[in-house]
């Protein structure tokens, strides 16, 4: 989720390359909305910008709609990473709080989904990819 609609498309693309399915919003009620609807997601990756206090402000409905914590990944370019002291502290104390810096390298990528996995506990859900291979073997796709 991602307010900056260029970020939202290299998120999803570097997510797509990973081999994991993701579905990009613009904003909370977006996100919202769809969970409401019936889509499940394993985690959320949200784009930290100026507008960090009112994106937190409405996670606990992200929460309710989902009825369970999710993992979340914030991204933020260096030149915004003052917008991660506008998150409440228990945003920024949960277990599952990671920031990846924008743009998102792969390997930080892929780490952050590997401590994802359900269906292989300690094994990893992306391989490192062989050379000249940009996708792993086909696996069941997550919802990022």
Known sequence: MDSDA?????????????????????????LVAAIRAGQRFDAVIVGL???ATRT??????V?????RPLP?????HYTELDS??????????AASFRLLASPVDED?????????DPWD????????????????????RRRA
């Open 56 to 61: 937190a402000a409405r996670w606990p409905e």
């Open 72 to 76: 979340v990944a914030y991204m933020a």
């Open 49 to 51: 910008h100026a507008d």
């Open 108 to 116: 930080a990528l892929r780490t952050w989904l590997n401590t994802l």
């Open 63 to 67: 929460e309710e709609a989902a009825g």
């Open 6 to 30: 260029l970020q939202r498309i290299c998120t999803n693309n570097s997510l797509w390359a990973l081999g994991a399915d993701s579905t990009p919003f613009g904003r909370v009620s977006e």
């Open 121 to 140: 506990a300690g094994a990893g859900f992306l391989p490192p990819a062989p050379p000249g291979l940009r996708r792993p073997p086909a696996r069941p």
């Open 84 to 93: 991660v002291q506008c998150l409440p502290s228990r945003m920024l104390d």
